[in-house]
């Protein structure tokens, strides 16, 4: 009865009712928060980041199957994805920082470094996973661009773009392969 309740409401959010995105997230919210919390184990963290969560399902619930998986279980995959994406991010932040301070320091004393050091850096790797996609066809570009950028699965990739489960694998990896080779150039 309640998965027949969750499947209009993903058909509805769908249709972009926004009714029905306040209605999902008052039916499977916490169970969300309490996973992205669990995961995260911040709980500021988690509160922003099912926000994306559910940001996330309202862009892309035309992508959801229910012969597939349950709403609940649709918005628990999102929010564990996003989970590991954030601990990874965090993961190599910090190893960023560790190796900053390692160079930050000149006959032991600390070399103070400019604010905005880190914003920097993400702008100008954004500006070269930008240049390296343009490299790639346009085939590999909209696979990797659906699947990373857009937190599409790869089924839900090759039933976008009608194509073979295979042909969107295989266009994604040698996307992925050809992005790396650019972007180890450019780092030379």
Do not use: C
Not at 107 to 118: K, M, S, V, Y
Not at 171 to 185: D, N
């Amino acid at each position: 009865m309640s998965t027949e309740i969750d499947r209009v409401l993903m058909r509805r959010l769908a249709a972009r009712e926004r009714g029905a995105l306040g209605e999902l997230f008052d039916r499977h919210g916490s169970a969300v928060l309490g996973l992205l919390i669990r995961m995260l184990r911040r709980r500021e963290e988690a509160e922003e980041l099912m926000q994306e969560v559910f940001l996330q399902a309202w862009n892309n619930a035309e992508s959801y199957r229910p012969e597939i998986s349950a709403p609940r279980s649709w918005l628990l995959m999102i929010a564990h994805s996003r989970a590991i994406d954030q601990i990874r991010s965090r993961v190599a932040r910090r190893r960023r920082e560790e190796e900053v301070g390692k160079v930050a320091q000149l006959n032991g004393h600390p070399i103070a470094l400019p604010e905005g050091l880190d914003r920097l850096e993400r702008s100008e790797r954004k500006r070269l996973v930008a240049r390296a996609l343009e490299q790639l066809g346009e085939d590999q570009r909209t696979a990797i661009e659906l699947a990373f950028f857009a937190g599409l699965t790869h089924r839900e990739v090759a039933e976008k773009l009608d194509a073979p489960l295979g042909t969107v694998k295989s266009r994604i990896l040698l996307g992925m392969k050809k992005l790396r080779a650019h972007l180890a150039e450019s780092a030379a």
